[in-house]
Nanobody
Framework: QLQASGGGLVQAGGSLRLSCAVS????????IAWFRQAPGKEREGIAC????????VYSDSVKGRFTISRDNAKNMVYLQMNSLKPDDTAVYYC????????????WGQGTQVTVSS
């Protein structure tokens, strides 16, 4: 299971840190990603980290502002979000896939992030 938390309401320019707790799943040999979906828009993958080597990938929309990190000992993945913009308003989800596949088959329940202007 994955449990996302840490969302909330923040003013533009502010920061939030999202957390994703991974339980009951193998943390190694996996990639954990953050996705978001705003009302009326398609789901967007924004950041990904591979558990075994710290490789990270970011979408252009968040590169330089968001940082994904992990704590293998705690089976936690974090998304530090800085310089937030109203366009970052969305429900944020964490998801897991095996490094041997491209399909994310475990998803958290989502946490709402609202950025006011």
């Amino acid at each position: 299971q994955l449990q996302a938390s840490g969302g909330g309401l923040v003013q533009a320019g502010g920061s939030l840190r999202l957390s994703c707790a991974v339980s009951g799943l193998t943390f190694g040999n996996s990639a954990i990603a953050w996705f978001r979906q705003a009302p009326g828009k398609e789901r967007e993958g924004i950041a990904c980290i591979v558990s075994d080597n710290d490789d990270t990938v970011y979408s252009d929309s968040v590169k330089g502002r968001f940082t994904i990190s992990r704590d293998n000992a705690k089976n936690m993945v974090y998304l530090q979000m800085n310089s937030l913009k109203p366009d970052d308003t969305a429900v944020y989800y964490c998801a897991r896939r095996s490094i041997y596949t491209n399909e994310y088959n475990y998803w958290g329940q989502g946490t709402q992030v609202t950025v006011s202007s």
